[in-house]
């Protein structure tokens, strides 16, 4: 039979659970010196030998004490006498295969020995393939220096070797031809275009090699996003891609490459727009239809000068635009007799005279 609990019988009681306080640091409990007693204490940390010393009479409190703090210690650039605040190596390279957690051992000014060891762990660890991506990846660095291209076409080009590379199909091509048609995609991707007459002077390969290289990184591209769907890629300045989003490169627009040129050729804003807007007009209305995008945008550039009052002469336009003058007289003939459609009310509002342009021959 069950026994009922009665007020006058504590022994049946349930006996009250304790609550179980959290700590806390008692802060009225502080280190003083046992020999001086002062209050507040005169103590400081010896960072250097890890001990509590009183600073009045000098008696070591407590020894050993561990240092919290970071660990600001490198050695990577004690040649160079450079105080580096390093205490982590560089995050993996994801242009590079493999783990990439090998350590190098230096010699620069170790002596005989040092390069000894130096090359003998060359020789055991020497990884061919990535061997081969630095090469390139030096070689792609050079081009876009040389063309004073922003870093996210270097790294966009290195990532179109890197694809290229590991598809094995450009295994018999040359390197050389490789890389350029990587630079010239790049370009293209970034839309900072360049001309295969551009690239060929720059990379000394042919045009024939390098469009054929371009179009078959195209071809590589374009499987691997079918592949891919719904994979992302990150490229210079955390922008993540997706890979779904690459339908192809188009070839250069007109009006992108009369900001290049006339800059080239030291003309000023105002005419700048003016052959931009007119490179734009001609576009959308198809005068130029079938022309070359150098030459289209060399005989803007011609048109502009004129109605700007600061003309340049075919020759002149020639030297960066590399097409031949007749190429862009022949050209600027074209956009004359056209040139109702493509000189707006707005363009003439930024100060061109239509009365400057001369009558082709």
Wanted: aromatic share 4%; net charge neutral; proline share 4%.
């Amino acid at each position: 039979m069950a026994q009922v609990a009665s007020p006058g019988n504590p022994a049946e009681m349930p006996a009250p659970q304790k609550q179980e306080e959290e700590w806390q640091e008692n802060l009225n409990v502080r280190m003083i010196c046992k020999d001086c007693r002062e209050d507040p204490p005169n103590i400081y940390e010896d960072h250097a030998s890890g001990d509590m010393i009183c600073a009045s009479c000098g008696l070591v409190l407590a020894a050993r004490v561990i240092d919290t703090s970071s660990e600001w210690r490198t050695f990577s650039n004690d040649d160079q006498g450079n105080d580096d605040p390093s205490r982590v190596g560089d995050g993996p390279n994801a242009l590079l295969n493999g783990a990439q957690l090998n350590t190098g051992i230096a010699f620069e000014g170790g002596g005989i020995k040092s390069k000894e060891l130096h090359r003998a762990q060359n020789k055991a660890n020497l990884d061919k393939g990535n061997k081969g991506l630095l090469q390139a990846y030096k070689q792609i660095g050079a081009l876009c220096d040389g063309w004073q291209l922003p870093n996210s076409v270097s790294d966009s080009a290195k990532h179109i070797y890197k694809e290229a590379d590991e598809s094995k199909i450009f295994k018999s091509k040359s390197q050389d031809a490789l890389i350029a048609g990587c630079v010239f995609l790049a370009c293209r991707r970034n839309n900072v275009p360049r001309s295969f007459r551009e690239v060929t002077e720059l990379t000394k390969v042919s045009k024939k090699e390098i469009g054929r290289t371009f179009k078959q990184l195209e071809q590589l591209l374009m499987k691997n996003q079918r592949n891919k769907e719904g994979a992302t890629s990150v490229v210079s300045g955390g922008v993540v891609v997706r890979a779904d989003e690459y339908t192809g490169s188009t070839s250069a627009d007109p009006s992108e490459l009369c900001n290049r040129f006339c800059s080239m050729l030291d003309m000023d804003r105002r005419t700048t727009t003016v052959a931009t807007e007119l490179a734009s007009k001609m576009k959308s209305t198809g005068v130029l239809a079938g022309r070359s995008p150098l030459s289209s945008a060399a005989a803007c550039i011609f048109m502009a000068g004129q109605l700007m009052g600061q003309p340049k002469t075919a020759k002149e336009i020639q030297g960066v635009a590399k097409v031949s003058d007749s190429t862009i007289r022949q050209a600027y003939k074209l956009l004359y007799m056209d040139k109702e459609k493509i000189i707006t009310q707005d363009i003439i509002d930024r100060g061109a005279d239509v009365s400057n342009l001369v009558k082709p021959a």
